[in-house]
């Protein structure tokens, strides 16, 4: 299979893409800055010269995703899943009374928009049929019954990109595409921090079941977790 991944520099997009061509998929590695490009991406891409393709996307720079986009294309590339991983995670302690709401535009920017600008751009090159899959990484952030009175600009823009993975499920589902929100549990990245109790391997493991159908995903709706069950909306 041939999947884009944004965010690939570290973290859950770095593992996905790890897991992904060491199940022999060809991964087009979305990172936002080449000067910025991490020893354990390019150490992975020495590894699988053939599976690892670099492309620098900046999901928040709307030229980035259509310039990439459109050398995909006049290379006749087509596309078995796009996983929009990439995010951040900003004014974690503030309350609404502190807020700076251009780190709220900012958040929203990246969770939400980017993964808009990344469809945009990159669905006309996905192959459509029950084969393929689009996959936005969202968060237990986003479910409105889990609802904690904080991370405002995270929590919000990741039930944005719930209703956006809704309303791309029906638009796509006489194509047989399936799309899905998935939380990735609570991991040790960068963002998770060293308390969190899973490993982003084991949440690419399960993410990569998904995408390949190895695990039967029975819901309603798209929020679920790595195991394909569904998620407190
Ligand atoms: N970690 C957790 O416990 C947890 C829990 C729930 C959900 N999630 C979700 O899982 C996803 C991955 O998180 P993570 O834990 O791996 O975070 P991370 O370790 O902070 O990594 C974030 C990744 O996103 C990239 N990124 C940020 N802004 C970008 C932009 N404008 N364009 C392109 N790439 C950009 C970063 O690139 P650079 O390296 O260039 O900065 C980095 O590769 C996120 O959507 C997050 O919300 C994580």
Redesign the pocket.
Known sequence: MKLFI??????????LTTEAVKRGHTVFA????PQ???DALNHLSSLFPNKVQLLQ?????EL?CQTASEKLKADNTTLDAII??????DERSKTIEDIDLDKVEQTF???LY?PMRVIKYFLPLLHKGPDSTIIN?????GSFQNAYGGDYP?ALS?SALNMFSEQLRKYLKNDGVSVYAV???????????EK?P?T?EE?AHGIMDIMEKKIEVNCNSSFINTKGEAMPQ
């Open positions: 944004t965010g690939a520099n570290r973290g859950l997009g770095l593992a979305g990172i936002r800055s910025k490009q991490s996307v900046d999901v928040a720079d980035t929009n991983n990439a995010g951040i995670l920017n990246i969770n980017g990484i969202s968060s237990e952030a995270y990741k939380h990735p549990g609570w991991i040790r990245t960068d963002m998770g921090g969190a899973g982003p949440s």
